[in-house]
């Protein structure tokens, strides 16, 4: 069963503070969600480490 981790951060394009759902467990990924406030494109990167452990997030613009 997933285990999902939540991680709040800021949308760069509206600046509001958002809520993710992410799924340690996949391990490292790239992917793209919609802001849930102004329904822009966000590139989330993120890396886990060895313990499973959310190590790095990365929030981006889609057209960065």
Known sequence: HMLLAE????CPYCGET???????????QTY????????????LSFRIDNEGQLE??????DDE
């Open 7 to 10: 991680v709040a951060c800021s």
């Open 18 to 28: 958002i809520t993710l759902l992410i799924d340690p467990s996949a391990g490292n």
């Open 32 to 43: 793209y969600e919609d802001c849930s406030v102004c329904c822009r494109p966000i590139q």
């Open 56 to 61: 790095q997030l990365v929030v981006q613009r």
